[in-house]
């Protein structure tokens, strides 16, 4: 069973930078494309962005696409999401989530295509 720890998260000020990690256990990491989501109170989990099992392609939604970075080290079975330029609005608790599915632009965004989820990780970004 592949279990999901993140880490890294806490508060920073507008303009700051994040670099949250997501470490697998259980199994190897490499099986597995990987997802961020983000889940801000009151609100939807909503998609972050998601990286394919060999890192060869990478996804973003527009509200963070030219900030954030998706990367992965399988040799270190860790997935990593560095958080540039923050803004109060990302502020939120960030999830880690697999799936061993292929990713497509038709799912990469979709919640019900990760098996996997970590427990969250919070970041606040103050004003």
């Known amino acids: 069973q592949l279990q999901l720890v993140e880490s890294g998260g806490g508060l920073v000020q507008a303009g700051g930078s994040l670099r949250l990690s997501c470490a697998a256990s259980g199994r190897t990491l490499s099986l597995y494309s990987m997802g961020w989501f983000r889940q801000a109170p009151g609100k939807e989990r909503e998609f972050v962005a998601a990286?394919?099992?060999?890192?060869?392609?990478?996804y973003y939604a527009d509200s963070v696409k030219g900030r954030f970075t998706i990367s992965r080290d399988n040799g270190k079975n860790t997935v990593y999401l560095q958080m540039n330029s923050l803004k109060p609005e990302d502020t939120a608790v960030y999830y880690c989530?697999?799936?061993?599915?292929?990713?497509?632009?038709?799912?990469?965004?979709?919640?019900?295509?990760?098996?996997?989820w970590g427990q969250g990780t919070q970041v606040t970004v103050s004003s």
């Open positions: 990286i394919s099992w060999t890192g060869g392609g990478t």
């Open positions: 989530a697999a799936t061993p599915r292929t990713l497509f632009s038709s799912n990469y965004s979709n919640r019900d295509t990760y098996s996997y």
